[in-house]
């Protein structure tokens, strides 16, 4: 059974910065493509990062130069590091690979 455990989340000041984690189990983690969403109150689900197997990246125009996608396929992990978080921001985050999701985990950029 695939799992997907988001953690990392919470309260930051806009201009702070923020590492979230995505712990996967039940998958042979090397080989798929992963990726971060995020979700605001009454808006639909957009990706905001995503990253292939073999490494390569896309990031949504937003958070471009502000956030960075990366794996450990030893720890079977994937990481968004969010720095410069600014008000807009504010969503919760969602790891996702095929048709996987995880919980989700609030972050709140406010001042």
């Known amino acids: 059974q695939v799992q997907l455990v988001e953690s990392g989340g919470g309260l930051v000041q806009p201009g702070g910065s923020l590492k979230l984690s995505c712990a996967a189990s039940?998958?042979?983690?090397?080989?798929?493509?992963m990726g971060w969403y995020r979700q605001a109150p009454g808006k639909q689900r957009k990706l905001v990062a995503g990253?292939?197997?073999?490494?390569?990246?896309t990031y949504a125009t937003s958070v471009k130069g502000r956030f960075t996608i990366s794996r450990d396929n030893a720890k079977n992990t994937v990481y968004l590091q969010m720095n410069n978080l600014k008000l807009e921001d504010t969503a919760v985050y969602y790891c996702?690979?095929?048709?996987?999701w995880g919980q989700g985990t609030q972050v709140t950029v406010s001042s």
């Open positions: 990253i292939a197997s073999g490494g390569s990246t």
């Open positions: 996702n690979t095929e048709d996987k």
């Open positions: 039940g998958i042979v983690f090397s080989i798929y493509a």
